[in-house]
């Protein structure tokens, strides 16, 4: 997924599911597919599954 100037809503299909992440460097929290989560807030790779 590739984003200009900053996050962007997207509504998902019923067979794709977003997991929800939260940064452990900025505390944000966030829902994302893929393998290389990046915060959306700091940018950090550093994202745990919640």
């Known amino acids: ?6 996050p962007v809503d997207i509504e998902f299909d019923e067979g794709l599911k977003a ?9 944000g929290s966030f829902s994302s597919l893929g ?3 990046r915060c959306p807030t700091c940018g950090s790779d550093n994202c745990v599954p919640t």
């Not at 997924?1 to 900053?6: L, P």
């Not at 997991?19 to 505390?27: A, E, F, I, L, V």
Request: aromatic residues 6%; contains cysteine.
């Open 1 to 6: 997924m590739c984003t200009v100037g900053g």
């Open 35 to 37: 393998k290389n989560i």
């Open 19 to 27: 997991k929800n992440y939260k940064c452990k460097d900025c505390g």
